[in-house]
Antibody, heavy 120, light 113 residues
Framework: QVQLQESGPGLVKPSETLSLTCSVS????????WNWIRQPAGKRLEWIGR???????SYNPSLKSRVTMSADRSRNQVSLTMTSVTAADTAVYYC??????????????WGQGTLVTVSS | DIVMTQSPDSLALSLGERATINCQSS????????????LAWYQQKSGQPPKLLIS???TRESGVPDRFSGSGSGTDFTLTITSLQAEDVAVYYC?????????FGQGTKVEIK
């Protein structure tokens, strides 16, 4: 099973851009659907969107205007960029994979998550 | 979006008791062509990421103890823990993967009384 590790700045100022990376070991980016999910403290999980290893993306309509997902195959990393952040974007951000290549399967492998706080 | 609603929000039971968690989807998530419900259950322990327990409403993942079982179809689903153990203390989430955006229930917190 691939290992996933999220990383990011930890603290982002309001109105700025959040950039997170999911580093992948033990597998190829091209083989999976790469999902980003976030969880504000004490709240339910929210699906942000996903990037398919061959380049297609699907975003949550509630965030679509602010989110971009991409991959750096040379570094074996998947990235999430979110613009114009506010305090409401404060959350633990997870990357997770669907191992099934059908694209309609549950999230069977999760990173440990990275906390992002939006504050001035 | 498909809204996932769990009940109850929390549950406190004694060791060995049976825990039942319900999940209802606002739309049918049964795909008729393969007769599968696109419903997963996750367990999230404090400070950890969610862990997939059950997929397709009732298929237990490898390594998940058989005291965990899932049932239901269409819009109504249940996660059952037949004999609650101390290590089962967690928040449990249901999730639909029938359509995008994927959506989760609000979670059910399971504690030991």
């Amino acid at each position: 099973q691939v290992q996933l590790q999220e990383s990011g700045p930890g603290l982002v100022k309001p109105s700025e851009t959040l950039s997170l990376t999911c580093s992948v070991s033990g597998g190829s980016i091209s083989s999976y659907y790469w999902n980003w999910i976030r969880q504000p403290a004490g709240k339910r999980l929210e699906w942000i969107g996903r990037f398919y290893g061959y380049g297609s993306t699907s975003y949550n309509p509630s965030l679509k205007s602010r989110v971009t997902m991409s991959a750096d195959r040379s570094r074996n990393q998947v990235s999430l960029t979110m613009t114009s952040v506010t305090a409401a974007d404060t959350a633990v951000y997870y990357c997770a994979t669907e191992s099934d290549s059908s694209g309609w399967s549950p999230l069977d492998n999760w990173g440990q998550g990275t906390l992002v706080t939006v504050s001035s | 979006d498909i809204v996932m609603t769990q009940s109850p929000d929390s549950l406190a039971l004694s060791l060995g008791e049976r825990a039942t968690i319900n999940c209802q989807s606002s739309q049918n998530i049964l795909y008729r062509s393969n007769s599968k419900s696109y419903l997963a259950w996750y367990q999230q322990k404090s400070g950890q990421p969610p862990k997939l327990l059950i997929s397709w409403a009732s298929t237990r993942e490898s390594g998940v103890p058989d005291r965990f079982s899932g049932s239901g179809s269409g819009t109504d689903f249940t996660l059952t823990i037949t004999s609650l153990q101390a290590e089962d203390v967690a928040v449990y989430y249901c999730q639909q993967y029938y359509t995008n955006p994927r959506t989760f229930g609000q979670g059910t917190k399971v504690e030991i009384k």
